[in-house]
């Protein structure tokens, strides 16, 4: 139990295109879906936190206008990277943590690859 | 404010030998500590996790190790293999806190056949 998916796994596209990734609990109804974004041999980043049915809350220094963030379920939240550039390329990492847990934990995706071109 | 600091870095082990990544952490309203595994290109796994009522956890042969008057805890993988070879990550979050994460540096680990 507890699986979260990624869709796509990896993506490639040209500079300036909007790039959608998709995250899914499968098995489980998540309170709240977290983002984040790993560069080469660094540790995780959080983007920005998702409830369903309100805001994302994002971290300082992150454009909420650049990385849009739906959470129109709760099994589901998409991450749009808006006018994509090659300095957005990274690893995109989404988690998400288990309603009515009396716990803390949080289930990893598999992860996005981005690279823009 | 880097809230978990994690050593070493890199480390590498013997096949059989214990790998063993310490972190320690800054706000004393964390109430969860769990341990990630990650292997490239991957997302990261929850590998084991404490709570600061206990000092001890032991899953196989993994352990974690808790001093809450240090603000310490530690990861110790016993009989360590080549297939734990990857990169550990120690985390803490606050529930109060909407359970974000807060990551260590990660330890990219190496266990030599």
């Known amino acids: 139990g507890a699986v979260v998916s990624q869709h796509p796994s990896r993506v490639i596209c040209k500079s300036g295109t909007s790039v959608k990734i998709e995250c899914r609990s499968l098995?489980?109804?998540?309170?709240?879906m977290f983002w984040y974004r790993q560069f080469p041999k660094q540790s995780l980043m959080l983007m920005a936190t998702s409830n369903e049915g309100s805001k994302a809350t994002y971290e300082q220094g992150v454009e909420k206008d650049k990385f849009l963030i739906n959470h129109a379920s709760l099994t589901l939240s998409t991450l749009t990277v808006t006018s994509a550039h090659p300095e957005d390329s990274s690893f995109y990492i989404c988690s998400a943590s288990l309603r009515g847990s009396s716990y803390n934990e949080q289930f990893f995706g598999p992860g996005t690859r981005l690279t823009v071109l | 404010q880097q809230q978990v600091k994690q050593s070493p870095q890199s480390l590498i082990v013997q096949k059989g030998g214990i790998s063993i990544i310490n972190c320690a952490y800054e706000?004393?309203?964390?109430?969860?500590f769990p341990w990630y595994q990650q292997f490239p290109g991957k997302g990261p796994a929850l590998l084991i996790a404490i709570r600061p009522d206990v000092s001890e956890k032991k899953e196989g042969r993994f352990t974690i190790s808790f001093n809450k008057s240090a603000k310490q805890f530690s990861l110790h993988i016993m009989d360590s293999q080549p297939g734990d070879s990857a990169t550990y990550f120690c985390a803490a979050s606050l529930r109060n806190a909407g359970n974000m994460l807060t990551f260590g540096g990660g330890t990219r680990l190496m266990v030599k056949p």
């Open positions: 706000n004393t309203a964390f109430d969860y």
């Open positions: 098995d489980f109804q998540a309170t709240t």
